[in-house]
């Protein structure tokens, strides 16, 4: 009692009060204002920790010193009955009523902000938002944790949520999450609903393994996100000679446990690896571990070592083959310079990809193989019938539904495209690489007045995907939305994932429509000697059309039509001056939309 009696009476109570008052008022303008100023995120963090840090010196300087009439005196200095007179105490008592006051008109001033503004910062009816409501089948694999004693086994434990992804991916009522997503939330702290509700599924499957020479142990288990209850659970203790039938099992198990509509023989077919070698499998998951997610020269190197020492692994072919599918488009970041010219670099693919089908485990699959050979020589009608006879067998498989819509924009078929696009729409709640890819494609043609209205949702549902952000920063401007898509530009900036390359590419759309070319012109400079993709598209950008033709001119003589034919997806792309590529055209019986011009193209 005595102390509560000297903390009352040296005014402890009352400065504590009066700071906590202050602290909040400082930290909700801070957080207001500071990123409308454009100011970084940890600035609002410096000031939430100052605050903090401040709480405890103010409580000690209140109880060492004490205000009087006199000024500010140390406690031992004061009688005692000065110090406790009301004039000493109503300062501080203004200053808490003061700052009651601020509260209350901040809270008022931000439901006004939020009632008035919240849904003009990108165009759409909020009213149509996507629901939060989640599949209840659909489920994301998380990277599964290394626990050898050596912890080298990473590439098994990468390699085994891969594939068991993969292999649940074939499963045509089950939504699964993509990898790009999953392993945001490697090593991830956060409590397994909270990552569900990132990743917007209902389950989730976690695991580990544990392998030495001769012993693997694998755990999964299969987590309901609503409640954190473990639905299924599984543990492995066996030979390494094991591992395939692990893997089979794991995903076959897992599928089982979501109550598929799939019997237990159709189940097995789907789930089947296709290796009969245990070494074959190894080396071919460890190439997987490597390709991020494209196949590297290193990972190509070990796709060739599990092609050798299993000759009917079609996964193996398959990869190996996609390597060199990159190779055929040198504009690409991701290929690869080899020195080879494109005759023998469409051998080498030709050679695996047909293996590849000759090998394939499934029917599904061998459609697969046949597309992308098809893409690869721009058979494109071809490669469509392909892809949506492997998407009626495999819905949910993201990746294949890109390559299908890249074909359509290609082929200028808008039909299939606007197919697609309602497909891929429809997972979009669920996936944030299907919101990616519906911005990705749908800004052009058809299907460009109903993605004005999906916009506002998508980034609702995914604030925190930046190639979704980046896809509708250029979705808004080719619709004329300009301040729409310079907020969405800012907070795209603002990201931690977000490339340097794309945000360079975002600001000079977003100055040429706001009229600042000579910023532009400038960012040409600095695009990397020998990127022809992106010159060609700064070009595009600045409207200088005649000299991004010849930029492409160099192609057309090397005979690397494939690598012309990946700027069919622009529509400021005339292919006119290319005559492979025009005879590619003609043959597929193709009627390209007249040349649009660049829409936000700076002008003069």
């Known amino acids: 009692m005595r102390l509560l009696t ?20 400082l930290i909700e303008v801070t957080d207001t204002v500071f990123p409308r100023l454009g100011l970084p995120e940890w600035t609002v963090t410096f000031v939430i920790a100052l605050m903090v840090l401040g709480f405890p010196v103010a409580l000690f300087l209140s109880w060492a010193y004490e205000l009087t009439p006199e000024g500010i005196q140390r406690e031992t200095n004061v009688n005692p009955e000065e110090a406790t007179g009301p004039s000493t105490g109503r300062p501080m008592d203004y200053l808490v009523v003061a700052g009651l006051f601020a509260v209350a008109a901040i809270a008022a001033i931000g439901l006004f902000w939020l ?24 489920i994301a694999v998380l990277p599964f944790t290394d626990y050898s004693v050596d912890g080298d086994k990473e590439w098994f434990a990468d390699g085994l949520a891969d594939e068991i992804r993969a292999a649940l991916t074939r499963t045509p009522d089950l939504l699964v999450n993509a990898r790009t ?52 659970s599984e543990h492995y203790d066996r030979n390494v000679a094991e591992m395939i039938e692990i893997q089979e099992d794991l995903a076959r198990q897992i599928a089982m446990a979501m109550e598929t509509t799939m019997d237990s023989e159709a189940l097995a077919d789907m789930v089947v690896v296709g290796a009969q070698s245990v070494d074959a499998y190894q080396a071919y998951l460890r190439g997987r571990s490597l390709s991020v997610p494209d196949p590297t020269s290193a990972s190509y190197a070990l796709y060739e070592l599990a092609r050798r020492l299993d000759p009917g692994f079609a996964g193996a072919h398959f990869r ?23 005759d023998q670099i ?16 499934t029917p599904a699959a061998r459609m697969g193989y046949q597309a992308m050979k098809a893409s690869s020589e721009l058979h494109l009608r071809a490669a469509i019938d392909l892809y949506r006879g492997y998407l009626a067998e495999r819905p949910g498989d993201i990746a294949v539904w890109s390559e299908l819509m890249l074909q359509a924009r290609r082929a200028s078929d808008q039909a299939v495209l606007s197919e697609a ?12 690489e299907a919101a990616r890819l519906y911005l990705t494609f749908a800004w052009w043609g058809s299907q460009q007045e109903r993605m004005v209205d999906h916009v506002a949702a998508l980034l609702a549902r995914w604030p925190d995907h930046e190639l979704a952000w980046y896809q509708a920063h250029r979705a808004l401007l080719t619709t004329g939305e300009v301040e729409a898509a310079r907020k969405v530009a800012v907070r795209y900036h603002q990201m ?30 600095w695009v990397p000697e020998g990127d022809t993709s992106l010159l060609w598209l700064y070009l595009v950008i ?14 057309e003589r090397d005979g690397r039509t494939e690598a012309l034919a990946s700027f069919l997806f622009y529509p400021e792309f005339d292919p006119t001056p290319y005559p492979s590529l025009m005879r590619v055209l003609e043959r597929e019986q193709v009627e390209r939309l007249p040349t649009a011009g660049q829409l936000y193209a700076c002008q003069g």
Not at 6 to 25: C, G, I, N, S, T
Not at 117 to 133: F, L, N, Q, Y
């Open 6 to 25: 000297e903390l009352q009476r040296r005014k402890v109570f009352r400065v504590a009060a009066a700071y906590a008052v202050v602290a909040w008022v």
């Open 115 to 138: 009632a008035g503004t919240g849904s003009s910062e990108v165009p759409g009816d909020t009213a149509d938002a996507i629901p939060a409501a989640i599949h209840d089948k659909s």
């Open 181 to 232: 997503s999953s392993f945001r939330h490697k090593n991830s702290d956060l409590d397994i609903r909270e990552i569900a509700a990132d990743l917007g599924v209902a389950y989730v499957l976690e695991g580990s393994v544990r392998m030495s020479a001769e012993r693997i142990r694998v755990t999964a288990q299969l987590i309901r996100a609503a409640d954190g209850f473990h639905l299924w």
């Open 320 to 342: 190996a083959a996609l390597y060199w599918w990159l190779q055929l488009d040198i504009t690409r970041a991701d290929s690869h310079e080899n020195g080879l010219p494109p």
């Open 346 to 361: 469409r051998q080498h693919f030709i050679e695996r990809i047909d293996q590849a089908v000759a090998t394939a485990p």
């Open 421 to 432: 696009l309602e497909a891929v729409m429809a997972q979009a709640e669920l996936s944030p």
């Open 496 to 525: 931690p994932g977000a490339v340097d390359e794309l945000s360079m590419l975002a600001s000079a759309r977003q100055a040429c429509a706001e009229g600042r070319r000579a910023e532009v012109e400038e960012m040409l400079a």
């Open 542 to 555: 600045l409207g200088r059309m005649q000299e991004a033709a010849d930029l492409l001119m160099p192609l």
